[in-house]
C-alpha cells in the first residue's frame, strides 16, 4: 500500500457539509431573525466525537461565542457547530450566559455534550437576544439532522444574512490510495460594496488528522486565504472558520509537520481558496475582481504583506478603475513593504483572462495602450502579478475593484 500522496486536482462533487461519511446538519427557522420564516439556526454535527479546531476574528475584539468555542476547545475534541443568524452576539450584557445555555439546551436534546459544541454567530449588531428562540428551534433543529444534501443546504440557509443565495461546496482528492473529502458550508459577501458581511465557514473533512495537526492546518489555509481578502480593510468581530474532522477516510494519521501534513493543508488551502473567490464574486454587481499574486519573495509574510498592501490600496483601486496604471506608484507601493527590493530582476504585469501586458521589467517601463487601459475594467477579474526573483515564496490576495 502506498504512503499518503496527493491528487493535486480538486474533484467537486454535491453534499456539501455532508459530503464526508459521518456528518449530519440542519437548519430552522426559530424567531431570531425579523424576517418572518427565514432560518435563522444552523447545526452541522459528526456521529461521533473527532478532532477540531476554530480560527476567530483577527479584529482585536471578538464575539462571545469565540470566547466560549476556545473554552471548550481546549482539548482539541469537539461534535458540533451551531450557528444562528439574524442578531449577532457581540456587545450583550446577557451575550455569554446565553452563548453557555444554548449548548446546554442542545445536550438537553441530543447526545452533544455541553463542552462538544462550538459556536458562531452573525447578524445585525446591537439587537435584544434571548434564550426562547432557541429553547423552540433546538429540538427541531436537532431532530431533523440529516445526512443528505438538503440537510447542509438547510444549515447554508440558516447562515445567510446578505448574502444572495445560500454558500455550500464538496470537493473529493486522493491522499495516496485513500479518497478523502472535505465538504463546507460558508457565507459572506461583498455585496454591500465597499463593505465585507461577516464571514463564516463550517468545513468538514473524513482525513484522519490529529487535532494538534487540523488545528495549524487550519490556521495555515486560513492565513492564505480567507485572512487575504480585502474589501474594507475591516473584519468583522464575528468571523468564524470552523472544522471538524472524523477520519473516515481510513488514511495514516497525519501527526506531525511531515510531507503528508503538507499534502492535507495544500488540499485545505485550495478548498479555502475557491471558497474566498466565490465570497468575493458574490454579489459585487459587476465590479471587477482584483487579484494580486506576489512571487519570488524572500519570506511567506513579506509575500502576504505585499500581496494585501496590493489589494487594500485605494489609490492602486482609482487608478485601475481610471485605466491609468501608474508605474511609479506601484513601485512606491512595494517600498512601502519591502526596505530593500532588486528592480534589476522585478517584473510587474497586469493581466485579465484577454492578455497579460509588462508593465515593468528590470528596471525597465512600458506604458499600459490606451485601448488596454480603457478595456481593463470590461474583465470580471483583473490581475496584479509581481515577480520579486528573490526567493521562494508566494501569494495571493483577493479584492474588489468598487465602481
Not at 462533487?13 to 427565514?38: D, H, K, M, T, Y
Request: hydrophobic fraction near 40%.
Amino acid at each position: 500500500m502506498r504512503k499518503n500522496a496527493v491528487n493535486k486536482k480538486l474533484r467537486e462533487l454535491p453534499g456539501g457539509v455532508c459530503a464526508p461519511e459521518g456528518f449530519q446538519a440542519n437548519g430552522v427557522a426559530c424567531g431570531i431573525s425579523r424576517e418572518a420564516g427565514r432560518k435563522d439556526l444552523a447545526l452541522v454535527a459528526a456521529d461521533r466525537r473527532c478532532p477540531a479546531a476554530c480560527v476567530f476574528s483577527v479584529n482585536s475584539t471578538q464575539s462571545v461565542t469565540a470566547k466560549v468555542s476556545k473554552k471548550h476547545l481546549k482539548n482539541g475534541i469537539a461534535r458540533a457547530v451551531l450557528i444562528n443568524s439574524g442578531t449577532a452576539n457581540i456587545f450583550l450584557p446577557n451575550g455569554e450566559w446565553i452563548a453557555e445555555k444554548v449548548c446546554r439546551v442542545l445536550a438537553k436534546h441530543s447526545s452533544i455534550e455541553v463542552n462538544e459544541t462550538l459556536l458562531a454567530s452573525t447578524g445585525s449588531v446591537g439587537g435584544t437576544l434571548t434564550l426562547e428562540p432557541f429553547e423552540r428551534g433546538i429540538p427541531q433543529l436537532a431532530k431533523g439532522l440529516s445526512h443528505s444534501e438538503e440537510g447542509s443546504l438547510a444549515a447554508a440557509q440558516a447562515i445567510m444574512t446578505v448574502d444572495k443565495e445560500p454558500k455550500q461546496a464538496a470537493f473529493e482528492f486522493d491522499l495516496g490510495d485513500f479518497p478523502c473529502k472535505i465538504g463546507v458550508i460558508y457565507k459572506g459577501t461583498a455585496r454591500v460594496c465597499p463593505n465585507m458581511a461577516t464571514v463564516l465557514a463550517v468545513i468538514t473533512t473524513d482525513v484522519n488528522v490529529s487535532s494538534k495537526m487540523l488545528q495549524k492546518a487550519l490556521v495555515a489555509a486560513v492565513k492564505d486565504t480567507f485572512n487575504m481578502i480585502c474589501i474594507d480593510g475591516v473584519s468583522s468581530p464575528n468571523d468564524t472558520v470552523s472544522i471538524l474532522a472524523n477520519g473516515k477516510a481510513g488514511n495514516y494519521q497525519i501527526f506531525c509537520e511531515d510531507s503528508e501534513y503538507e499534502k492535507f493543508v495544500n488540499a485545505l488551502r485550495e478548498v479555502l481558496r475557491e471558497v474566498c473567490q466565490r465570497i468575493v464574486k458574490d454579489g459585487s454587481e459587476g465590479s471587477p475582481l482584483l487579484v494580486c499574486k506576489v512571487s519570488g519573495a524572500k519570506s511567506k509574510q513579506l509575500a502576504r504583506a505585499l500581496a494585501k498592501t496590493m489589494v487594500c490600496s485605494s489609490a492602486l483601486k482609482a487608478m485601475l478603475l481610471q485605466g491609468n496604471v501608474g508605474v511609479t506608484d506601484l513601485i512606491y507601493l512595494i517600498n512601502s513593504v519591502m526596505e530593500e527590493v532588486n528592480y534589476g530582476r522585478t517584473r510587474i504585469s497586469v493581466q485579465t483572462d484577454a492578455y497579460t501586458c509588462v508593465l515593468f521589467d528590470s528596471g525597465r517601463t512600458f506604458a499600459l495602450s490606451e485601448e488596454r487601459a480603457k478595456d481593463l475594467c470590461a474583465h470580471e477579474e483583473i490581475g496584479l502579478l509581481v515577480e520579486l526573483q528573490e526567493g521562494n515564496f508566494a501569494a495571493r490576495a483577493l479584492g474588489l475593484l468598487c465602481r
